[in-house]
């Protein structure tokens, strides 16, 4: 078996992308992990000021899919608040549960991306949910850096990942391409294919 040759950043337009992004394998699995993502950790999903309008212009919408408790805090502090790293994140339940959560069948699903499939509204989701496992930070000039994110409960994810042999920039085609476009997505497919041939990956 060849070995595979060590892999820089790569930089797709004006977005510098981390090697792993071409390298790991990745699959929601939420028959497994029944969307705990959703109600884990200690800060809500990342969002921007146009995020919030667009959420604040579906809520109405989504109100009754949403738990007595979630709505006092949205009608206590609205749908997103500032944490302690000074970033705007959607508002959370209890120190943990992001307000959008609601349940069917067991599994934690999003109240605003269950409408938007259902065809009830325009807003699917906050994209830094859409784009997990790849989280994106902001840098200065304009600049972007995409980094895959390893979190213990999405084992499952991984693991269906590896089975399907399928890569987390083709998983995550459809909010790769709502973030940057799809020039950007078949530039970035391009280098993927180029970086194969050259035995990167």
């Known amino acids: 078996m060849t070995e595979k040759r060590m892999l820089p950043i790569i930089e797709v337009g004006d977005v510098l992308v981390s090697p792993d992004v071409f390298t790991q394998r990745f699959c929601c699995d939420l028959d497994v992990c029944k969307g705990e993502c959703c109600i884990e950790g200690d800060a809500g999903a990342p969002v921007t000021v146009e995020e919030i309008?667009?959420?604040?212009?579906v809520l109405d919408t989504v109100w009754n899919d949403l738990s007595a408790s979630a709505q006092a805090v949205i009608?206590?502090?609205?749908?997103a608040y500032t944490d302690e790293e000074g970033d705007l994140v959607t508002s959370i339940v209890n120190g943990k549960d992001c307000v959008f959560t609601c349940y069917d069948k067991g599994c934690c699903l999003c109240a605003l991306e269950r409408?938007?499939?259902n065809g009830k509204t325009g807003f699917c989701k906050p994209i830094s949910c859409a784009l997990y496992p790849i989280r994106e930070k902001r840098l200065s000039g304009g600049t972007s850096a995409l980094n895959y994110n390893r979190w213990d409960i999405c084992e499952c994810g991984r693991k269906k990942g590896e089975e399907l042999n399928l890569p987390?920039?083709?998983?995550?085609?459809?909010?790769?391409?709502?973030r940057f476009g799809a020039e950007w997505y078949d530039e970035l497919c391009f280098i993927a294919d180029e970086l194969k041939r050259e035995g990167y990956i």
């Open 53 to 57: 309008d667009g959420i604040e212009g």
């Open 75 to 79: 009608d206590k502090q609205g749908v």
């Open 115 to 117: 409408a938007y499939r």
């Open 168 to 178: 987390v920039y083709v998983f995550l085609k459809e909010p790769l391409i709502r």
